[in-house]
């Protein structure tokens, strides 16, 4: 993904920071082709929010080139690379620009892959007449083990804490937003080097206004000191004040949907009454809808609503002293996942088949048609004299061996 903020966006290589070897190793890469020389693809490879993407768009802007990109979330199937790639591949744009080919996030892309996919990727490698360029996070992910030998690979680091710091600030400065020091080594500590992350917090921030230190300190998660589960859970139901339950969120260094779903399971433990319990069931959910809204928009300004409801809305919704007569439960959210991730593998599995003959996607196979094949399957098994015949039978007409068939039945 490239640096798509409103705060901050590459226009030219020259803005890619931390990473000058790679993009010098493009730019060069960028020379040999405007001179006639027949270059291997490149993959920039490397973490995310390091600039692979930035790098590919700022190199198509400086050279003039038609940018032609194929991400995960355009991709069905391989007719999606011959359909919409190899024409690229062969041709220049209408206005008579060399195009570019960009296959984003390709370690993601092949996940959804079908079986010629792979080909498919060979034969617009073999066959392009202008520029391709990949990016992945991990160069030896044995999903594109294909391509190794195909490529040149450039890679990215993580930007290191002085230049992410100073790219920080730069950007604070240019679009005036109000912050300290401090906040700037949290933000830097915080992303680890990814500056997708370093700058959906400053864009957090930038929204803060007046509550810049509740939200430097709340929804940021910028804290001195940590606390173990259990005594987030006790801050949040034993708390009086709106100030205390905010303080329990940033005391914790649980992630927020982890922190929720202890509280979720946790409620019923200590509020009996039952409109305390609908209560703060109501905030808790609340607290949950800016979650995902946070996360679909990219507007991390709602984390600041969702810290208030699932703290201090939750330790507020009660009219009665929380009981401490049972102890905090795992989430069964969580444990349940666990307990069903081979049943679940084994499900996916079968959809794989199947999907070739219902036509449909592997989530609603296993949703909505399995439950039906499981019914059919048992009455067949019921009525069958020899049980052997039913399982021959699935195997022959549908590719179905007999561990799948079980685990359809199994559900």
């Known amino acids: 993904m490239a640096y798509k903020f409103e705060l901050y966006r590459v226009e030219k290589l020259s803005d890619v920071i931390g990473n000058s070897a790679a993009v010098s190793a493009v730019k060069a890469y960028a020379m040999d082709i405007s001179r006639g020389v027949k270059k291997k693809p490149i993959m920039l490879f490397g973490p995310s929010g390091t600039g692979k993407t930035s790098t590919a768009y700022a190199l198509a802007h400086e050279m003039g080139w038609n940018l032609v990109e194929l991400n995960a979330s355009d991709y069905r199937d391989s007719a999606s690379i011959l359909t919409k790639l190899m024409p690229a591949a062969m041709s220049r744009s209408l206005f008579g620009k060399m195009n570019m080919i960009l296959l984003d996030e390709i370690d993601e892309l092949v996940a959804r892959f079908d079986s010629g996919a792979n080909k498919a990727i060979i034969d617009l490698i073999e066959s392009a007449r ?69 700058m959906n917090d400053l864009a957090v921030i930038e929204g803060a206004g007046d509550m810049y230190d509740d939200i430097v300190y709340n929804a940021l998660g910028m804290r001195d000191r940590k606390s173990d589960i259990f005594s987030v859970l006790d801050k949040v139901f034993y708390s009086n004040t709106v100030s205390a339950a905010l303080r329990a969120i940033a005391d914790s260094d649980v992630d927020n949907d982890m922190l929720m779903k202890w509280i979720d399971e946790n409620i019923p433990k200590r509020y009996k009454d039952r409109r305390d319990l609908h209560e703060a069931f109501m905030n808790l959910a609340l607290a949950s809808i800016f979650y995902t809204r946070a996360f679909r928009s990219q507007n991390y300004g709602y984390w600041r609503y969702m810290n208030v409801m699932m703290s201090a809305g939750v330790a507020l919704s009660k009219t009665q002293y929380p009981s401490k007569a049972e102890r905090y439960s795992f989430p069964k959210a969580i444990s349940s996942l666990s307990a069903t991730k081979e049943l679940r593998g084994s499900n996916k599995v079968v959809a794989i088949k199947l999907k070739r003959i219902i036509h449909s996607n592997s989530k609603d196979i296993v949703s909505t048609y399995l439950p039906l094949i499981r019914e059919i399957i048992k009455s067949a098994l019921k009525l069958a004299a020899d049980k052997g015949d039913v399982y021959d039978a699935l195997e022959s007409g549908y590719g179905l061996d007999k561990k799948d068939v079980d685990a359809i039945l199994k559900g």
Do not use: H, Q
């Not at 030998?149 to 005036?176: H, I, M």
């Open 130 to 198: 202008c520029p391709v360029v990949f990016t992945a996070n991990d160069f030896w992910d044995k999903k594109i083990s294909f391509l190794r030998t195909r490529v040149e690979p450039v890679a990215y680091r993580r930007v290191a804490s002085f230049s992410a710091a100073a790219l920080v600030e730069r950007v604070a400065k240019a679009n005036a937003i109000k912050i300290d020091g401090d906040a700037v080594k949290a933000i830097v500590v915080r992303s680890n080097g990814d500056m997708r992350s370093a």
